[in-house]
């Protein structure tokens, strides 16, 4: 199993060791930096717990956008979903945050992972009976639409029996490849996510699994801008691609011509756009690249006019009135702007 593990990472291409070497490049700009306030740090994170747990979710399925899982979170009952989507960005958010916040003293190991699915799954009550267990029947990879729906199955995962073996020889690989520093800590990940997402160890909650160890390891080597950019988001942009390159690569896993490198470049793709969003928030010495287009209409609006009201907003950043209570609630929580008055004489301004 070793000798396998090892041999896919004998011919790197080039284009490979570009993107490590640029993602590399953007660590160090990171770790040298002393722009961004802790103020503004923490803010930030609070943040992306969220927009991480909406994309997360909605890969494999939930309808709940980020303002829902917002207003959950904030004890605000939310009529129009099914508990599992509301209990599954539950158990995301706070799993996601414990790593954020414990990081430095989790230690990656099989115990660990068997952990975190129970904390995950949590709240799930359909997944009470296998909360922290690996699967005892057989599972399948499949796409799932944006509706939710199974789209096509794309390859039969590793049978149950043969699952604790198997799992047990990743995990042991990972974490001597990481501690014997065999190959760039970035490929030992993206092969650890590849063979994890093979086997599918877990009736249910692998994908969210995987999107939460990912940011752990990332994490554990120093890659200190993963809390500030969500890594879910940028994979639930490209869900077609990431569908894709795993079934491209897992395809040829049980085969003599085995080749991960459609999944590897995906993966180092991902990570090259956050580490260059990362820097962006340095280089502009404010948050506002992390905002989407409609909030970014109304921030700037909100910034040269002083106090404005909703109708204002709307008429002058050309975002639907609708759309501009969702906004201004994510301005507020990055404590860009706040709100004055409340019902019809209600205001926003510039903090």
Do not use: C
Request: zero cysteines; aromatic letters at 10%.
């Amino acid at each position: 199993m070793n000798n396998k593990f090892d041999l896919r990472f004998k011919n790197i291409p080039a284009e490979i060791w570009l993107k490590i070497t640029q993602i590399e490049l953007d660590k160090g700009k990171w770790e040298g930096s002393t722009k961004l306030s802790p103020q503004i740090l923490g803010r930030l994170k609070k943040s992306i717990l969220i927009t991480s747990t909406g994309a997360s979710t909605r890969i494999e399925g939930s309808k709940m956008s980020d303002e829902d899982i917002e207003k959950m979170l904030r004890g605000i009952t939310i009529q129009k979903f099914e508990d599992r989507d509301s209990q599954e960005a539950s158990g995301y958010y706070e799993l996601l945050n414990n790593v954020f916040e414990s990081w430095k003293s989790l230690r990656f190991n099989e115990n660990l992972i068997l952990h975190f699915h129970k904390e995950l799954l949590k709240y799930a009550k359909k997944d009470i009976l296998h909360r922290g267990v690996y699967k005892k029947k057989e599972n399948t990879v499949a796409m799932v639409s944006n509706e939710g729906k199974m789209v096509e199955v794309l390859f039969e995962t590793t049978k149950a029996f043969l699952t604790p073996k198997e799992m047990t020889k990743l995990v042991d690989w990972t974490v001597d490849a990481f501690v014997e520093n065999k190959f760039h800590p970035l490929l030992i990940l993206a092969n650890f996510v590849v063979e994890f997402l093979n086997i599918h160890p877990f009736e249910d909650g692998n994908g969210r699994l995987s999107r939460i160890l990912t940011n752990l390891l990332l994490l554990k080597n120093g890659y200190a801008f993963i809390p500030y950019i969500s890594h879910e988001k940028l994979i639930e942009d490209n869900k077609v691609d990431y569908y894709l390159t795993l079934f491209k690569s897992q395809k040829t896993l049980r085969t003599k011509n085995l080749d991960v490198l459609a999944w590897i470049n995906f993966f180092l793709d991902i990570l090259l756009k956050q580490s260059k969003m990362a820097i962006s928030l340095l280089t502009e010495s404010n948050v506002e690249t992390i905002l989407s287009p409609q909030q970014l209409l109304v921030w700037n609006f909100i910034r040269d006019n002083g106090e404005v009201t909703p109708g204002n907003i709307s008429i002058n950043s050309k975002v639907p009135r609708p759309t501009i209570n969702q906004v201004v609630n994510k301005l507020m929580e990055l404590k860009l702007i706040e709100r004055i008055g409340q019902g019809s004489t209600t205001r926003y301004r510039k903090v």
